[in-house]
């Protein structure tokens, strides 16, 4: 995965290495060493084995960022002591003191090949999405394409991108598929031609009209978007 300049940061943990923890964990080996006590607490309700393995997945991928920026400011900590939690909305936070600022804005994003971790410091915004191409059935694409933007949707690819262009945006303003979709436009789904209406509107206003850039990753199975306030990488 191409890295992101400083600030921002991109991790990915492969499907396969939540897939063997979560076996390990099924066969009696203590998940304490990575999770901390709330989230273990919070892995236990999950009973559906996938959507176990998306969860676990995406904190090995947030973790390991998250060790990196520590490392790079001269601190230490070990998984565990990392917990990384949920705001009412779904956002997820660290939980852990980061001295001088406030802690790194995460956003997390899991598709087949794994889960995708964005993280950036110094009171910036990141928001990620990642989703296997899939050709969406037209009623669908009615529900979160507003009609300034079916122009643009040509192929899979296409819809694809649009979804997580979306997504990013949204997971940046903390506010995940709790509007209307059609609150985030791409006018002809162009990533530069961004509007915002309704109530994605009024929460980039609460934030004080930060500048917004997103940009995408197709490669020939999947689509990463990122959403980015301040400078574009």
Same mark, same amino acid.
């Given at each position: ?21 979560a076996e390990r964990h099924e066969a009696g ?89 964005? %993280?950036? @410091?110094?009171?910036?915004?990141? =928001?990620?999405? !990642?989703?296997? +191409?899939?050709? $969406? /059935? ?19 690819h296409d819809q694809t991108r649009l979804w ?35 109530? %994605?509107? @009024?929460?980039?206003?609460?934030? =004080?009209?930060? !500048?917004?850039? +997103?940009?995408? $990753? /197709? ?15």
């Amino acid at each position: 995965m191409r890295e992101l300049p400083a600030p921002y940061r991109l991790a990915r943990s492969p499907a396969h290495e939540a897939a063997s923890l979560a076996e390990r964990h099924e066969a009696g080996e203590c998940l304490s060493h990575t999770l901390s006590p709330d989230e273990l607490a919070q892995f236990k309700k999950l009973k559906v084995p996938k959507r176990r393995r998306d969860w676990l997945a995406g904190r090995l991928a947030a973790k390991k960022l998250l060790l990196e920026m520590l490392a790079e400011r001269g601190r230490e900590a070990r998984p565990h002591e990392l917990p990384i939690l949920n705001r009412k909305d779904g956002a997820p936070y660290l939980a852990f003191p980061w001295e001088g600022e406030p802690a790194p804005f995460l956003s997390l994003s899991h598709a087949p090949s794994g889960a995708v971790a964005a %993280a950036v @410091a110094g009171g910036r915004r990141i =928001g990620v999405d !990642a989703e296997a +191409v899939a050709e $969406r /059935p037209e009623a669908f694409v009615t529900v979160f394409a507003h009609p300034s933007e079916r122009a643009g949707l040509r192929s899979a690819h296409d819809q694809t991108r649009l979804w997580t262009l979306k997504e990013s945006v949204l997971k940046l303003l903390c506010l995940g598929l709790s509007v209307d979709l059609w609150d985030v436009r791409f006018l002809e789904a162009d990533p530069q031609r961004l509007e915002l209406h309704g109530r %994605a509107l @009024a929460c980039w206003e609460s934030l =004080g009209r930060p !500048a917004i850039r +997103v940009e995408s $990753r /197709p490669s020939e199975h999947e689509v990463l978007s990122l959403a980015y306030t301040g400078e574009t990488p």
